[in-house]
């Protein structure tokens, strides 16, 4: 069975940093890619950061320069470090893990608060 928990998220005041942890198990196949997308209240969720495989990675541009997605391939983790914290960065944070099937999986999210 697949598990893909996100931890990290808590209450911060703006300008601080929090790192987000992503750990995945249970994906025989191995993985593809990992991604992270968050979620505002009353919005819909959106794209965050993506990390493939081979180490390329990409950004949504309003978190471009603040957040750093780094992966640990043995521990099928995946990592968000966001630095510069602002208010819009507020919401729920998903972790999305992409199979080399290229099938799906997501967490239940953990949440960022980001105090004005």
């Known amino acids: 069975q697949v598990h893909v928990v996100e931890s990290g998220g808590d209450l911060v005041q703006a300008g601080g940093s929090l790192r987000l942890s992503c750990l995945a198990s249970g994906i025989t196949s191995g993985i593809y890619g990992m991604t992270w997308h968050r979620q505002a209240p009353g919005k819909e969720r959106e794209f965050v950061a993506k990390?493939?495989?081979?180490?390329?990675?990409d950004y949504a541009d309003s978190v471009k320069g603040r957040f750093t997605i780094s992966r640990d391939g043995a521990k099928n983790a995946s990592y968000l470090q966001m630095n510069s914290l602002k208010p819009e960065d507020t919401g729920v944070y998903y972790c999305r893990v992409v199979a080399l099937t290229r099938r799906d999986y997501w967490g239940q999210g953990t949440q960022v608060t980001v105090a004005s």
């Open positions: 990390i493939y495989v081979n180490g390329h990675t």
